[in-house]
């Protein structure tokens, strides 16, 4: 009995072993994150010579050294979701550093469904100015990617009516933006004036496809760089593993749809590539 506990013991040390050497290869490889979830604060966005309000947010940012692009990630009216360190470990395994805003907590929210939430646009810029300050962040290659609430925020950067109210650093800018099911209507026919990539479900009955369909037809035709893409049958939230099997919350239908979730994650993945490159 005393020899076969002895090997159990040495077996499970090797398979420690091994997935620390496994992890560490990954690591040198950039494929983990050198950190992940790591708490940070600062400001919102404000004009010159005022001060925004304190907000934080969460940094993933990938091995390796050098000056990376970056995503802005904005959550939904429900807040940050319950995987949101796996979708900032998923951009930072792309090469991105990710920054996800917490818009709530410094205010003391717990969801803003109904209701407008402007102060998302002032947090939006001010994780700009931040980033645009990190070392290893190249802050002309930065794009924001919003869900639901947090998406009608990247299209409203995409609209570029608002970067000029805010004061920011010189090198500072959006290059693109990414939006998962996007409240559409809320920008009528207003001008995207940067890539812009649009994903919503075509069951979607919180921002229907329809209205998307409309923004993307309104734009000049030859001139913008929108990418809309709709997912049959899939319904809002459909990235959130959170809403497996669907949920009501709020009067929402929330579902999760694995298959619109993974083309959805590939699409923005060769989107940012695109139009992040050096």
Request: charged letters at 20%; glycine letters at 8%.
């Amino acid at each position: 009995m005393r020899a076969s506990a002895e090997m159990r013991r040495l077996r499970i040390f090797i398979r420690s072993r091994l997935a620390v050497a496994a992890l560490c290869g990954l690591a040198l490889a950039g494929l983990v994150p050198a950190s992940a979830d790591e708490l940070v604060k600062f400001d919102s966005a404000a004009a010159a010579g005022a001060r925004g309000v304190p907000i934080q947010g969460y940094l993933t940012r990938p091995g390796g050294s050098g000056r990376f692009p970056a995503v802005v990630l904005l959550h939904t009216c429900l807040g940050l979701p319950e995987d949101k360190r796996s979708v900032g470990e998923m951009f930072a395994s792309w090469g991105y550093v990710a920054l996800f805003v917490d818009d709530f907590a410094t205010r003391g929210l717990e969801e803003t469904c109904s209701v407008d939430f402007p102060e998302g646009l002032a947090d939006a810029f001010g994780a700009l100015a931040f980033l645009s300050r990190l070392p290893f962040v190249d802050p002309k290659r930065v794009a924001a990617v919003g869900y639901s609430q947090g998406a009608d925020t990247a299209l409203e950067i995409a609209s570029g009516r608002h970067a000029s109210a805010f004061a920011l650093p010189d090198e500072a800018r959006f290059r693109a933006a990414a939006a998962f099911y996007p409240p559409c209507d809320n920008l009528g026919r207003a001008r995207l004036t940067m890539p812009t990539l649009i994903l919503v479900g075509a069951a979607d009955g919180v921002t229907p496809a329809a209205d998307c369909e409309r923004l993307a037809k309104a734009q000049p035709l030859g001139r913008a760089d929108v990418t809309l893409v709709v997912y049959p049958g899939a319904d809002h939230a459909f990235d959130l593993p959170e809403f497996a099997g669907g949920k009501r919350v709020l009067g929402m239908l929330l579902k999760y749809d694995r298959d619109a979730a993974a083309r959805s994650h590939a699409q923005t993945r060769d989107f940012l590539a695109a139009k992040l490159a050096p």
